[in-house]
């Protein structure tokens, strides 16, 4: 902390240097994705020898785990390994993280979408291994990412009272760019009703494939399949729970060192991708319907479990406040819940906006060389049993007026960024780095501001719930004198507007009457 203290100092002295030009090209290198010839197919120097493929769809998005047994067949040591996606299950990927099974300190590992032709139809992620694999060597990879938009709700309409069911497609072999000597895919279900799914011929004592227990079903195993291997499945499953989607998310975090506090306020545009209805909303039968507790695919309310301290939450929508909340805080929890105006059904959309205020002893500290260290989670949001998804998601951290950003070194991604005062700029989150897709400064101006506060903006896609909770990290300088550039600036002004109120009340405006 103490040479990241030096290091900002130097930087807030300097203007740019050939150090920060050359630093700027070296995180340009480093971007989310990288681009290669069209006639681009990944070289066969590995081998999956085992591959367990893991599909969950309990929540109201997917989540995938590849566990793979990689082999380096080729006589070279190799440290990119490729995993194709369709594109248009590449625009709907996101929170792509890889690790090593077997070794949990091996890292890091980088994914980054390898850009090749924008016509095809299969794209490819490239993974980066922290060391080349010597050939013959093994490494068992656990690769984890999640797609957003993945179900589509069959029946597409029911009545109020009826049950909801989604259909979810894949492959029954993993799609994979490498030649595979054994596999299985697993799929999970939130429950054992799952009334239609294609069926394939078994092998060896199975007769046939999927094998069902309770709630899962296995394809598989597979003996060895070439790369590119893929067999078409679908399956539907009852979900009788809101498919919640949010479209978009801005949120922003303001921090006040007057004041010690940081004020939150998010604003969602949420959409129900389940079901929709195939008549009017029946607002007699829905009241009638409360008294004994049906499930239903509407969603009534949504949980927000906020940080210990939290208060003075608010909740608004496009009409004005919204009195159906209810905020629970002492010593263990914080929670807000909040019921919309009415039950959200499938294709149906509720903008609104929450906001609370929170001790900024509880994100800020200053360190011992003078800079200040802000630790905030990068995304709340609700917490619900059916998971949310996040498409776009906005995160903007307005910093005290004067406030100058400071070094920090990111593990896994790193951005460098002009200000307006030519400095650059680094952060660091625990996201996946494949799910942010930009970030800037800007200066944002509000009440009794001069110069404005200086802004971190942070664009991510594709997030869910799962991320909740996951770290931002920014370091930053607050001098003294832009401490006190606003109360002097009031101090100013009010002896500025006496003493003009004074010399115009002694002016003499009127004539002088000279006696003869």
């Not at 109020?160 to 596999?183: R, V």
């Not at 801005?250 to 991708?273: M, P, Q």
Request: charged content about 20%.
């Amino acid at each position: 902390m103490k040479t990241s203290a030096v290091f900002s100092a130097f930087l807030s002295l300097l203007s740019l240097s050939s150090a920060s030009s050359s630093e700027a090209r070296d995180n340009k290198s480093s971007s989310t994705s990288t681009t290669l010839p069209a006639t681009f197919t990944p070289p066969q120097v590995f081998k999956n020898a085992n591959l367990v493929h893991i599909i969950s769809v309990e929540k109201n998005y997917v989540k995938e785990n590849i566990n793979v047994l990689v082999e380096n067949i080729d006589k070279a040591p190799q440290d990119e390994y490729f995993v194709p996606f369709t594109a248009d299950q590449m625009s709907r990927l996101g929170g792509v993280e890889v690790k090593d099974r077997k070794d949990t300190t091996a890292g890091p590992f980088v994914a980054t979408a390898a850009e090749f032709d924008q016509e095809s139809d299969i794209q490819y992620l490239r993974i980066h291994l922290p060391k080349p694999l010597a050939p013959g060597a093994q490494q068992t990879l656990g690769i984890s990412y999640y797609l957003l938009k993945a179900y589509k709700p069959l029946p597409a309409s029911i009545k109020q009272e009826e049950q909801q069911y989604l259909s979810f497609s894949f492959s029954a072999y993993c799609p994979s760019a490498y030649t595979t000597t054994k596999q299985k895919t697993e799929v999970k279900f939130p429950s054992a009703a799952i009334p239609d799914y294609t069926k394939l011929p078994g092998s060896g004592d199975v007769a046939e494939f999927p094998q069902k227990q309770g709630s899962k079903l296995t394809y598989g195993p597979f003996g060895e399949k070439p790369a590119g291997a893929a067999q078409p499945v679908s399956v539907r499953f009852e979900f009788n729970k809101p498919v919640t989607h949010v479209s978009r998310l801005e949120r922003d975090i303001e921090v006040s060192h007057w004041g010690g506090n940081v004020a939150f306020e998010e604003r969602y545009t949420l959409h129900h991708r389940g079901a929709n209805l195939s008549s009017l909303f029946n607002r007699v039968k829905w009241q009638q319907s409360q008294y004994y507790q049906p499930t239903t695919s509407a969603l009534k309310e949504l949980k927000f479990p906020l940080r210990v301290g939290s208060e003075g939450p608010y909740y608004t929508d496009v009409i004005g406040n919204v009195s159906t909340s209810r905020f629970r805080s002492n010593k263990r929890e914080a929670l807000l819940e909040i019921k919309p105006r009415y039950p959200v059904f499938g294709g149906w959309k509720y903008p609104f906006t929450i906001g609370w205020n929170s001790d900024a002893k509880n994100f800020l500290r200053k360190t011992a060389t003078g800079g200040f260290v802000l630790n905030v989670p990068f995304l709340e949001g609700p917490r619900q049993q059916e998971g949310v998804e996040y498409e776009q998601v906005q995160v903007r951290v307005i910093l005290p007026e004067g406030a100058e950003y400071g070094p920090l070194f990111s593990e896994f991604f790193k951005f460098c960024i002009a200000d307006m005062q030519s400095r650059n700029v680094k952060y660091h989150t625990t996201i996946p780095a494949q799910s942010i897709s930009s970030a800037n400064i800007e200066m944002h101006k509000t009440f009794l501001d001069t110069l404005g506060r200086t802004a971190l903006i942070i664009n991510a896609r594709n997030l869910v719930d799962d991320f909740r909770d996951r770290e931002l990290i920014i370091t930053y300088d607050y001098p003294l004198m832009a401490s006190l550039r606003k109360p002097l600036i009031i101090f100013g002004s009010a002896i500025a507007v006496f003493f003009s109120a004074w010399v115009i009340g002694n002016l003499e405006l009127k004539f002088d009457a000279r006696r003869k």
